[in-house]
């Protein structure tokens, strides 16, 4: 979801994305975002028209059962989602712009599943069965059981599904462990009854999976052993729920494990869990990821008095915040107040720094010096976007709630390419792999790649 020297060498955690926050043509999708969630794919073209119900550009659609909001990821020729099937007769599931805050009364028993499914076909290879029970927290009307995308290294499979456990599997599905981290409540802060279900993906990093658990008591961040999921560190955090996944920055033998929040934005030690710097002054929901490029932190979030967007330098130490009169310091390179995203982590392109809100506004800004080159709306106003933009082949892929995907030319001009329905609705980031975008649609994975 980010620090030290400026000018010297960035060492990211993987191979395939760099300080610029180009992507070398690497086929793998590992995580949120793909590697690092960068959010970009290069190396190949990628589809600007397709039509799923006319089966224009689609190469193959595959039934999922239940719901998920996590995002597939790829590694090899294999595509893997998780889901949580419930036992009611239907689920609900309410997109839109709207306020409500109330959960979803749903107390049957649900399944909590994996799936791999073959990258050319969308055959299903095998399917594992995490957890079976009752959800020990309420889900919001928007949201799912199973949010959390999962993440691999290519030898272990993490899926964490909140309150109901985080668990290891091998590649080919078998069992290795599952770490119980107790009821993990998110929801308003003001409203604790208003249980929201949890979001927050893990991170592999140097043989440990790091978690971000924000939430309505007893926040923390910890860290547990790949090997058999025993705890290397935890640190406690004084701030409000957050469905915001963490981001590592590394350089040479240091890295930074960079969280978003409301009091407590900030940088911690991935290794020690100490904390590197902190930045008071977020939306009160923070759930975009951070992002690295151009030397920066990329933080923003929304809701309530605040949607500011951060642009911190990577060698930032100690409390960063900035003084009322401030929109950057010796840490901040640039900040807006307004203009965050709520829900989707922004993406940067070349040059350039876009962030969508929820109702469509598209932002772009010059990444080096938040300089805005313009903020257009895409569609009506009336739907919402949930869904976080990826790019590839000059294009940028915004997916609404709806299931309506506008492709953007990216660069300082605004321009759309195309608007292309995938038929259902669609909350999931897509991933991207030789030129496919993999999208987890309500009931379907569906791949699209120009045909040829």
């Known amino acids: 979801m980010n620090l030290l020297m400026l000018g010297f060498t960035l060492i ?26 960068v959010g970009v794919a290069e190396g190949f073209p990628t589809p600007t028209t ?45 997109v839109g712009l709207y306020g409500d805050i109330e959960s979803v009364n749903d ?49 272990n499979l993490i899926a964490f599904f909140g309150s109901e456990g985080l668990y290891c599997y091998d590649m ?20 604790p009854s208003a249980q929201w279900e949890y979001a927050a993906s893990p991170v592999i990093h140097n043989g440990n999976v790091l978690v971000q658990c924000d939430i309505q008591k007893n926040s923390f961040l910890a860290s547990y052993s790949l090997k058999d999921g025993h705890q290397v560190w935890r640190t406690s955090r004084d701030d ?23 009091r407590h934005i900030g940088g911690y030690d991935a290794d020690s869990g100490k904390e590197v710097w902190r930045l008071a002054g977020g939306g009160d929901i923070p759930v975009p990821t951070p992002v690295v490029s151009h030397g920066l932190a990329f933080i923003m979030n929304a809701h309530g008095k605040s949607s500011p967007i951060y642009a911190v330098k990577l060698g930032a130490q100690g409390d960063i915040s900035l003084k009322a009169d401030e929109l950057s310091n010796p840490n901040i390179a640039w900040s807006v107040r307004r203009g965050g995203a709520y829900m989707q982590t922004p993406v940067v392109y070349g040059d350039t720094l876009y962030s969508c809100q929820i109702n469509g506004v598209l932002s772009a800004f010059e990444a080096t010096t938040g300089k805005m080159h313009f903020q257009e ?15 590839a082949d000059g294009k940028l892929y915004f997916t609404s709630e709806e299931g309506d995907v506008f492709v953007v030319k990216a660069g300082s001009e605004f ?30 994975v569906v791949a699209i790649a120009t045909k040829g």
Request: charged share 20%; hydrophobic share 35%.
């Open 12 to 37: 990211v955690a993987f191979a395939s994305s760099s300080l610029n926050g180009s992507v070398a043509p690497d086929t793998n999708w590992p995580s949120f975002r793909g590697a690092n969630a």
């Open 50 to 94: 397709w039509n799923v119900e006319e089966k224009k550009n689609v190469r193959w659609k595959t039934s999922i059962p239940g719901m998920a909001h996590a995002s597939p990821i790829i590694w090899g020729d294999t595509v893997y989602v998780t889901t949580a099937i419930s036992g009611a007769a239907k689920d609900e599931l309410k």
């Open 107 to 155: 107390d049957s028993v649900h399944q909590w599943k994996l799936y791999a499914l073959d990258k050319s076909t969308g055959k299903i290879l095998w399917e594992k069965t995490a957890f079976k029970g009752v959800p020990k927290v309420k889900r919001h009307t928007k949201a799912t059981h199973a949010n959390c995308t999962m993440v691999t290294d290519g030898k």
């Open 172 to 191: 080919k599905g078998n069992f290795r462990w599952k770490k119980d981290l107790g009821v993990l409540d998110s929801g308003y802060y003001e409203v």
């Open 240 to 262: 409000v729920p957050t469905w915001s996944t963490p981001t590592v920055y590394t350089q040479g033998s240091k890295s930074v494990m960079i969280v978003n929040g409301l």
């Open 377 to 391: 709306r895409l569609g009506t106003g009336r739907t919402g976007f949930t869904a976080s933009p990826v790019a």
């Open 415 to 444: 321009k759309v390419l195309a608007t292309n329905p995938m038929g259902e609705v669609c909350m999931a980031t897509p991933a991207i792999s030789k030129g496919t975008l993999f999208f987890r649609t309500q009931g379907h």
